[in-house]
């Protein structure tokens, strides 16, 4: 095992002292132009990488940050970015932090409107938002920036805001993808229904009209000539979703293809199974448990990823060593995306104890 870079070691063959070293590496000055390239030579050389957890044991103070998303029900999206958060936590052990978790509602613009009100009216070091209405979103965080909170993004992020960093997969290019991978196995000229979540306050959720731009952008540059049919749907009264989903059959019993562009594919995909209605192609979102499941039994033909957990672990990593050693942090930071299939599925052994 290679032996560990101690700062005394990096001191020795820069031929300055311990002290220097660590005021070169926590950027707190009063090092002369020949010690800190001296300094910074031995780190390139050696690879060195700052232990955060045994340099953070030295400062007294205690940060507070808060999280605000969207609900997170287990085995769904954001529950995986909420794990994320957690393992960057436990990760940095040792820096003195409490964390404070609020949620709301995302099919609901009044519980976010209350849960953004009250975190505007508290005292915190940093935030982290999982922006769902633009208008909110963009409120809360004028009023973070007018204290001076920074704050970072996951999920999406909001035009005319300044967080530090955000970490999100292109919600537009998801659009293309997915009408690019619906147009290709259907015919061209029928007809393409788009589930849609029925919303208190009536807006769509960010994420929701950049993916719908690019889909609908893609068709029009491609020439793909399709009817867009929209599926309602319900999270807050799921007994409506039998009737919702009869009632568009019923109308419409010509559709090859559906694209769902939120995480709740599998609510087409159960109905269209009990119905055994079998000819429908599907594109859908998220890797959550019953996506997984619907992958598997071939309900689902793509299922696209964007990474939730990474997207929480490096939002909270930033936001850590950001408030610590007041680091330089890259604000742009896109995803990747994982276009999953039945046959592919089982390489993401995270998923192997779904049954079927």
Same mark, same amino acid.
């Given at each position: 095992?290679?032996?560990?870079?101690?700062?005394?070691?990096?001191?020795?063959?820069?031929?300055?002292?311990?002290?220097?070293?660590?005021?070169?590496?926590?950027?707190?000055?009063?090092?002369?132009?020949?010690?800190?390239?001296?300094?910074?030579?031995?780190?390139?050389?050696?690879?060195?990488?700052?232990?955060?957890?045994?340099?953070?044991?030295?400062?007294?103070?205690?940060?507070?940050?808060?999280?605000?998303?969207?609900?997170?029900?287990?085995?769904?999206?954001?529950?995986?970015?909420?794990?994320?958060?957690?393992?960057?936590?436990?990760?940095?052990?040792?820096?003195?932090?409490?964390?404070?978790?609020?949620?709301?509602?995302?099919?609901?613009?009044?519980?976010?409107?209350?849960?953004?009100?009250?975190?505007?009216?508290?005292?915190?070091?940093?935030?982290?938002?999982?922006?769902?209405?633009?208008?909110?979103?963009?409120?809360?965080?004028?009023?973070?920036?007018?204290?001076?909170?920074?704050?970072?993004?996951?999920?999406?992020?909001?035009?005319?805001?300044?967080?530090?960093?955000?970490?999100?997969?292109?919600?537009?290019?998801?659009?293309?993808?997915?009408?690019?991978?619906?147009?290709?196995?259907?015919?061209?000229?029928?007809?393409?229904?788009?589930?849609?979540?029925?919303?208190?306050? &009536?807006?769509?959720?960010?994420?929701?009209?950049?993916? =719908? %731009? *690019?889909?609908? !952008? @893609? $068709?029009?540059?491609?020439?793909?000539?399709?009817?867009?049919?929209?599926?309602?749907?319900?999270?807050?009264?799921?007994?409506?979703?039998?009737?919702?989903?009869?009632?568009?059959?019923?109308?419409?019993?010509?559709?090859?293809?559906?694209?769902?562009?939120?995480?709740?594919?599998?609510?087409?995909?159960?109905?269209?199974?009990?119905?055994?209605?079998?000819?429908?192609?599907?594109?859908?979102? &998220?890797?959550?448990?019953?996506?997984?499941?619907?992958? =598997? %039994? *071939?309900?689902? !033909? @793509? $299922?696209?990823?964007?990474?939730?957990?990474?997207?929480?672990?490096?939002?909270?990593?930033?936001?850590?060593?950001?408030?610590?050693?007041?680091?330089?942090?890259?604000?742009?930071?896109?995803?990747?995306?994982?276009?999953?299939?039945?046959?592919?599925?089982?390489?993401?052994?995270?998923?192997?104890?779904?049954?079927?």
């Amino acid at each position: 095992m290679r032996k560990k870079i101690r700062i005394k070691d990096i001191a020795e063959m820069a031929g300055v002292s311990a002290g220097t070293v660590d005021r070169v590496l926590h950027n707190r000055g009063n090092v002369s132009e020949p010690a800190r390239l001296a300094v910074e030579k031995v780190l390139e050389k050696v690879n060195y990488k700052p232990n955060i957890h045994v340099s953070a044991l030295s400062l007294k103070r205690r940060y507070n940050i808060v999280v605000a998303t969207p609900e997170a029900s287990h085995g769904e999206y954001w529950e995986s970015i909420h794990n994320g958060i957690r393992h960057a936590i436990e990760e940095y052990e040792n820096i003195k932090m409490e964390s404070l978790i609020l949620t709301y509602n995302q099919y609901d613009i009044y519980s976010c409107k209350k849960v953004f009100k009250e975190i505007s009216e508290m005292d915190m070091d940093a935030l982290i938002v999982g922006p769902t209405f633009n208008e909110e979103t963009a409120t809360l965080c004028k009023k973070m920036d007018a204290k001076e909170i920074p704050y970072v993004f996951v999920d999406s992020t909001i035009d005319n805001t300044s967080p530090i960093a955000f970490f999100t997969s292109d919600h537009y290019m998801i659009g293309c993808l997915m009408a690019k991978l619906i147009t290709s196995i259907i015919p061209n000229n029928t007809n393409i229904g788009i589930l849609q979540a029925v919303r208190t306050g &009536d807006k769509s959720a960010n994420s929701t009209i950049q993916r =719908k %731009k *690019g889909f609908t !952008d @893609f $068709l029009a540059k491609n020439n793909c000539f399709h009817n867009i049919l929209n599926i309602p749907f319900s999270v807050s009264e799921p007994e409506k979703n039998e009737i919702y989903l009869a009632r568009f059959f019923s109308k419409h019993d010509n559709v090859p293809g559906i694209v769902v562009m939120n995480s709740r594919g599998s609510i087409v995909s159960d109905y269209l199974l009990r119905n055994n209605i079998n000819r429908v192609k599907m594109i859908c979102m &998220d890797l959550t448990s019953p996506n997984i499941e619907a992958l =598997k %039994k *071939g309900q689902i !033909d @793509f $299922l696209i990823g964007q990474e939730p957990e990474y997207q929480g672990f490096c939002a909270m990593k930033t936001l850590l060593e950001y408030l610590t050693f007041k680091k330089p942090v890259n604000k742009e930071n896109y995803v990747q995306l994982d276009i999953l299939t039945k046959e592919t599925i089982d390489y993401y052994k995270k998923f192997n104890n779904i049954v079927y």
